[in-house]
């Protein structure tokens, strides 16, 4: 295992583990973290745990021709009568996403040091957030990287309401140019939609 200095550098992605924990420890800089995403790799940890990095092979990803929309759901989308957002509040989503419960973790990994980073990154216009209105209430979101290389890093997202948070990710995937969102490890919720499993070198290709 390789464990990380105060030098902004990562050891190559092919020495990852077989679930794909590649390094420990550094820090969340700006630098760091933009390093971390042009090379395909992500934190994701527990609140009291060193900084994990990943970099998973195989990648779970969605390419945006192959989005599956259920007739129902389609149904949802033209009668929920919700409002999408994208980056109006990206504080409030990723403060909800860090609200939710998941199964299988004793605790968030969207710590606050996690989300004094992201806000950072937003403020530089590299971290998004797509939001969910009912009125004037917050009810669904998700937040995620963007390098500008038409690749969406997808993070995380919460929801409220039933389908609320499907209704967001459609419509941003529908109204912007991306070619590839990173979904990073597989959920039966995202599979759903049309996300598959494709090799790590093959995810790197269309990063760079």
Not at 60 to 78: A, N, Q, W
Not at 130 to 153: H, K, P, Q, T
Request: proline share 3%; glycine share 8%.
């Amino acid at each position: 295992m390789h464990y990380l200095t105060k030098e902004i550098k990562f050891p190559d992605v092919s020495l990852a583990s077989e679930d794909g924990l590649l390094a420990i420890g550094g820090d969340l800089s700006v630098e760091r973290l933009l390093l971390a995403y042009k090379n395909g790799i992500f934190p994701w940890y527990e609140n009291g745990q060193p900084i994990l990095w990943w970099s998973p092979n195989p990648r779970f990803v969605l390419f945006p021709e192959k989005l599956k929309v259920s007739k129902s759901m389609r149904k949802e989308l033209t009668t929920c009568g919700y409002t999408v957002t994208i980056n109006k509040d990206f504080k409030g989503v990723i403060n909800e996403c860090a609200k939710i419960k998941r199964e299988g973790q004793a605790d968030t990994w969207i710590t606050n040091d996690m989300i004094n980073a992201y806000i950072e990154l937003h403020k530089l216009g590299y971290a998004k957030s797509v939001e969910v209105w009912e009125n004037e209430s917050l009810i669904a979101g998700c937040y995620g990287i963007d390098l500008g290389n038409e690749v969406f890093c997808g993070e995380s997202m919460f929801t409220k309401k039933s389908n609320a948070s499907k209704v967001g990710f459609i419509t941003f995937i529908h109204n912007t140019n991306y070619k590839l969102i990173d979904c990073q490890v597989y959920t039966n919720h995202l599979q759903s939609l049309g996300a598959e499993e494709i090799s790590r070198t093959d995810f790197l290709s269309y990063l760079s």
